[in-house]
């Protein structure tokens, strides 16, 4: 018995497309142009990135999978689908868990995920008025730290990236949100090519490509495979609900597996194409691979203030990373929307204005991380980096275990193949295997291992 014949409360998706581009534009965001990059500087390069690589396949496409099944056949908030689905299918209420934890990730998430939105919107006045052309590294990195020196312009950009996104959510997740993705995800994929083609010119492109693709893996730690795995989940936008939220308004006749290997196809290649078009310039510029979350912003700022047409181009860069963390912040909200309206009786706009106001209220604790508060450190982490790796590598697989056992031993054998209608009993019997077993050990593993229990 499946739910999925009947439609959401909140909507359906106007076709499979629709369906297709919205996850693409959650999945698509900072996390592939600036997370990636920046953590791929910090853990060493291509060990690190094919630990990535493993994970997407292994662990987030099967993942995916589940979790967009979960939604489609809850058909309603995360939150209550982890509520109704247990009792269906006759298993104990803790499943709840599931859903409260993605909201409590969520709100994470959305909070420092805005602070960084706010920088790509901050970068847009600055490239467009020529700060950057012709500047030299010294110059860009100053711009940088001068903005993470001053928390009122810092607050000024959150503040805008999170009301954008809050009245994008109010008018609803289908309205407008398809044409717009459609139309400047490809735009935005263009200029990362530009990008590579510059790098290739001018940048230090052999060096960038062993440095991505020569892996050495006696460098890797515990601690790096987890970053990795949770980058995985985090581009990905897996384990909070997201994805689960836009499952629940897709149509039964759309096929998860093809629509699942898409998204993540399309999130993966974009975040390596990033990579391709920053490394050269560090690598040529002599930036500092290591130096966190500025290294995109700095390393493109400066890349554009060097190359031909570079204030057109950076600009528009700009506008359209802010759009696509935009595209990927609203799916963040949407779980906990959908909750408030579902099952409190709220109406949308206030739904969405109250989780946004909270979330907003956490992000002035990241923002002041690199300035007032950046004194204040638990375990050498400050305020952002506890929000980020909490949420990101702890949280977010943690939610994934949890999917992935639930749909391999509590959904009941036929719903799930009925719902995926792999078309092929071997396709279905690898992903079953996938998020029976492969899945919440290889989590436990990386778990374990980063602990130091591994040795
Ligand atoms: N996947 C998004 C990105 O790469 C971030 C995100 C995480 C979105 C979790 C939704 C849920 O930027």
Known sequence: MSGSQQASIHGEWGSRWAFVLAATGSAVGLGNIWRFPYVVGEYGGAAFILVYLGCILLIGLPVMIAEILIGRTGRQSPINTMRTLPARYGAKPVWQILGWLGVVAGFLVLSFYSVVGGWSLAYVPYTMTG?????????????FSTLLGSPGRLLLWHTLFMAFTAWIVMRGVEQGLEKAVRLLMPILFFLLLVMVGYGMGAGAFTEALEFMFTPDFSALTGQAVLVAMGQAFFTLSLGLGAIMAYGSYLSSRSSIPVN????????????????LAIFPIILAAGLDMQQGPGLVFVTL?????????????????????SFAALTSAISIMEP????????RGWQRPLAT???????????????????????????????????????????????GLLIALFVGWVMPLQVS???LAFGNRWLYRSWLIAVRYVVPVAIAVVFLNALGVLG
């Open 353 to 399: 204005a109250t989780i946004a106001g909270a979330a907003w209220l956490l992000g002035i604790g990241s923002l002041l991380s690199f300035n007032a508060w950046s004194g204040y450190t638990l375990f050498e982490l400050n305020f952002m980096e506890i929000a980020e790796y909490l949420s990101t590598s702890i949280m977010l697989p943690l939610g």
């Open 417 to 419: 193949e009925g719902e």
């Open 336 to 343: 906990a929307t959908a909750y408030l309206v579902e099952s």
């Open 131 to 143: 700060a950057f052309t012709g500047a030299d590294t010294a110059t860009v990195d100053e711009f």
């Open 260 to 275: 699942s290997g898409a998204i993540a196809g399309a999130d993966t290649l974009i975040a390596l194409i990033a990579g």
């Open 301 to 321: 700022s400066y890349g554009f203030g060097q190359m031909p047409g570079g204030l057109l181009f950076g600009t528009v860069f700009f506008i359209l990373l």
